[in-house]
């Protein structure tokens, strides 16, 4: 990855921005993505497709403008969002789900299969990076690596995987992050 030797911004796949914009039609509604993508100053105009790639820092601004307009922080925000997209993904890639059959197996995946898939989609995707570990039969442990802070959508990605395979979770995370990457280890309980 470029970031770091010639800071670049980190980017990120237009499938982001677009869901992102659809999560807000669903629960917000239209007058808010409109009021959104109005009051912005973006390079982008607020024009995304899912192939497109635009700088992180815009989903940054679209998420302050949603929290200034909804009272509802930036953090949990990005976390609806995850469980949001885990439930688009369903939709959009039902190949990457149908060989998983409980999540602990599925969450294994993301870093070894669906991820490598997903660089096959879009090999401009600047994905994140997992190790995953089980610690015992009920209880899971999986490090996120990134150069973006975007823990919570993690965190909400992996709530969204839990719904779809409904079972239920305890999960606890610990920041590991330093001034040059996040890092955050979930662990996930079955309880
Ligand atoms: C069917 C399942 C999945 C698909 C198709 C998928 C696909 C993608 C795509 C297209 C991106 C955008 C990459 C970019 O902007 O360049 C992405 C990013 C991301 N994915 Fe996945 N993903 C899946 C499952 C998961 C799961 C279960 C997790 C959590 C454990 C996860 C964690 C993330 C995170 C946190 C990002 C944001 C980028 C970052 O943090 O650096 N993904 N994924």
Do not use: W
């Given at each position: 990855?470029?970031?770091?030797?010639?800071?670049?911004?980190?980017?990120?796949?237009?499938?982001?921005f677009?869901?992102?914009?659809?999560?807000?039609?669903?629960?917000f509604?239209?007058?808010?993505?409109?009021?959104?993508?109005e009051?912005s100053?973006?390079?982008?105009?607020?024009?995304?497709?899912?192939?497109?790639?635009?700088?992180?820092?815009?989903?940054d601004?679209?998420?302050?403008s949603?929290?200034n307009?909804?009272?509802i922080?930036?953090?949990?925000?990005?976390?609806r969002?995850?469980?949001?997209?885990?439930?688009?993904?369903?939709?959009l890639?039902p190949?990457?789900?149908?060989?998983?059959s409980?999540?602990?197996?599925?969450?294994?995946?993301?870093?070894?299969?669906?991820h490598?898939?997903?660089l096959?989609?879009?090999?401009d995707?600047?994905?994140?990076?997992?190790?995953?570990?089980r610690?015992?039969?009920?209880?899971?442990?999986?490090?996120?690596?990134?150069?973006?802070?975007?823990?919570?959508?993690?965190?909400?990605?992996?709530?969204?995987?839990?719904?779809?395979?409904?079972?239920?979770?305890v999960?606890?995370r610990?920041?590991?992050?330093s001034?040059?990457?996040?890092?955050?280890?979930?662990?996930?309980?079955?309880?």
């Open positions: 990855m470029l970031i770091g030797q010639l800071n670049l911004v980190p980017v990120m796949k237009g499938v982001v677009t869901e992102f914009l659809d999560l807000v039609d669903q629960e509604g239209e007058v808010t993505v409109d009021q959104i993508v009051e100053d973006l390079p982008s105009h607020c024009v995304y497709t899912a192939v497109g790639t635009y700088d992180y820092s815009e989903l601004y679209l998420l302050s949603l929290a307009k909804s009272g922080s930036k953090p949990a925000l990005l976390m969002y995850g469980e949001h997209l885990f439930g688009r993904f369903t939709t890639y190949a990457f789900l149908s060989d998983a409980d999540v602990f197996s599925f969450l294994e995946r993301v870093e070894t299969q669906i490598v898939e997903v096959k989609l879009y090999p995707a600047e994905l994140p990076t997992f190790e995953s570990e610690l015992s039969p009920q209880c899971f442990k999986m490090t996120y690596r990134s150069q973006r802070p975007l823990q919570d959508l993690c965190e909400g990605l992996i709530r969204g995987a839990m719904k779809h395979f409904d079972e239920e979770f999960i606890s610990q920041d590991q992050s001034q040059n990457e996040t890092q955050f280890v979930f662990t996930i309980t079955r309880v």
